[in-house]
């Protein structure tokens, strides 16, 4: 008899349990319809680029069969992402992401048909293979950061991380799916045919896009923010959130290493365990079959282990695999492994986006999430392009041992810096700020300083300060700059609170961006304050 049967209300316990599970659970979320119209749209249009992916992979090993341009391909398709993310991050903050996306798709499946044309009449060389996948690369790193912003949209928010477990199960199903029929594809019609299948799959999910209308954004007579601005602002608040900062540090120190499974991969299928494009497929497919099986099993795992202890496991996982691939290179090993992998995979990836989503408030949802993906991708390109030195040098085994290795030792060195930090913060606006009170117009380019003075009781000052410190990082994410917090010389047991803004205009901004949690932070430094009512805010600005 188990525990649970020996003891009924465990047992109930243990029941209501698994009823919230299943009731946030992936398979729920199909109870809304936008979202289930856009994730199987999405399937089937990442069925097309896995075919493509493969295809572009073998053809290199065709084109070019060393491990440096083999590993070059990977590196071309997510360098792109590196370099621009972050400005794909801003324009999807600012411009409607909905046509953003189906913008992208076009130019992609126009790409793919045109890579298609060039392989058919045997045009391509192993550089213009590469100039077309950096482009690929290109179009990807502007989906990337629009389509994560946009998941929070279609679903409420505590069914965000099943979501982004599912999103990240639907593209591992796609893997599954795509590399298996790009491999018989290739071998049955061609290595055009690949691409050809990819352009013909973004049609599903331009009209997917095209009949998805989104909530209308919260309307506001401010003007837009120019491009370059929103970046810096994005860049300023992932500096200074302890949450996503954690999430980047944790995602480097994975991916720099895992790298290596995916780019030595084409070669372990070609060379180790001399295949074709029909194994290098199942490969994939494996990859994508143990990815499937880890989003069902993810939630369990991370309410056993915690999102910590999963990318721990995850990070292990990976490692076994990859020296299990150096180590006993046969193809059921190989399989195995892959499926290993493929589930290591989704636990560590899922659970740092889930981390990095819930670090960031909507307005700068975006340019945070590509900050991420810059983290992810950036770590992906160097990674493969110095684990395809080493194999070129020394062999494919010792790039994967190597990697092991140091993905191993990396992950203990980050193990302090912890995930979902602020996963229980309300980044909903709050609009709790007053309107500032003006003795006459102020233009929009004004620069702008703010002083606040607080008096905390005697035997509050210790408690005050700390809050202060967390009111600081609020501060600079929103915007500021030179904060400090000084002492009345004249007035003892006063304090003064002051940061710099660049202009009005972007302090008026900050009005409509501050949220719960900072209005709840800001509550708790009233608690400590001898007269508990908000204290008064001065604004000053230029010379006019």
Do not use: C
């Amino acid at each position: 008899m188990t525990a649970a049967a020996a003891n009924p209300s465990a047992q109930s316990a243990a029941s209501a349990s698994d009823a919230k599970t299943d009731a946030h659970g992936p398979m729920a979320l199909f109870r809304h319809r936008a979202f289930a119209v856009l994730w199987i749209a999405t399937v089937a249009s990442n069925v097309g680029t896995w075919m493509h992916d493969v295809g572009a992979g073998w053809l290199m090993t065709e084109l070019a069969p060393s491990p440096m341009m083999v590993a070059a391909v990977q590196s071309a398709t997510t360098l792109p992402i590196f370099l621009f993310a972050l400005l794909a991050g801003a324009v999807a903050d600012i411009v409607d992401r909905r046509r953003l996306l189906i913008g992208v798709n076009l130019a992609l499946g126009a790409l793919a048909l045109a890579m298609a044309a060039v392989v058919h009449l045997g045009l391509m060389t192993p550089w213009l293979l590469l100039v077309f996948t950096f482009a690929f690369g290109t179009g990807a790193a502007f989906m990337a950061p629009t389509w994560q912003a946009i998941v929070p949209k279609l679903i409420p928010r505590e069914d965000l991380p099943s979501a982004i477990a599912l999103n990240s199960m639907g593209v591992n199903i796609s893997r599954a799916i795509g590399p298996a029929l790009a491999g018989f594809l290739i071998v049955g019609a061609g290595l055009a045919a690949p691409f050809v299948i990819n352009a013909v799959s973004v049609v599903g999910i331009i009209a997917a896009l095209w009949w998805w209308r989104p909530a209308a954004s919260l309307a506001t007579s401010l003007p837009p923010e120019h491009v370059g601005g929103a970046m810096i602002a994005g860049l300023r608040y992932a500096l200074n959130s302890p949450a996503l900062k954690a999430t980047l540090a944790r995602a480097a120190a994975f991916f720099v290493f895992a790298s290596a499974f995916w780019a030595m991969l084409p070669l372990i299928a070609r060379e180790t365990l001399s295949g074709g494009p029909t194994l290098y497929g199942i490969l994939l497919a494996a990859v994508g079959s143990g990815a499937v099986g880890g989003a069902f099993l993810l939630a369990r795992i991370k309410a056993a282990l915690g999102p910590d202890g999963a990318v721990s496991a995850g990070t292990l996982g990976v490692v076994a695999a990859m020296l299990a691939l150096a180590t006993a290179p046969s193809q059921v090993v190989s399989i195995g492994a892959s499926a290993v992998a493929g589930l290591s995979w989704i636990t560590v990836l899922s659970s740092l986006n889930v981390s990095a989503q819930t670090a960031l408030p909507d307005w700068v949802r975006a340019r945070g999430l590509s900050v991420f993906l810059t983290v992810f991708f950036g770590s992906m390109s160097l990674g493969s392009l110095v684990w395809g030195q080493i194999a070129t040098l020394s062999g494919v085994s010792t790039a994967l041992i190597a990697s092991a290795i140091g993905a191993a030792a990396t992950a203990l060195i980050v193990r302090r810096a912890k995930l979902q930090h602020g996963a229980g913060d309300d980044l909903a606006p709050s609009m709790h700020w007053p309107e500032p009170v003006l003795s006459r117009k102020v233009p929009a380019d004004s620069p702008v300083m703010i002083q606040i003075a607080y008096r905390p009781a005697d035997e509050r000052v210790g408690e005050f300060l700390a809050l202060m410190n967390d009111l600081a990082s609020s501060r600079l994410r929103g915007g500021g700059y030179h904060w400090s917090l000084l002492r009345d010389a004249a007035e003892e047991g006063v304090f003064v609170e002051s940061w710099r803004e660049a202009s009005w205009l972007a302090h008026q901004r900050q009005h409509l961006q501050v949220n719960h949690a900072d209005e709840a932070l800001q509550s708790r430094i009233r608690e400590t304050l001898i007269d508990q009512a908000a204290p008064p805010v001065r604004h000053f600005v230029a010379p006019i």
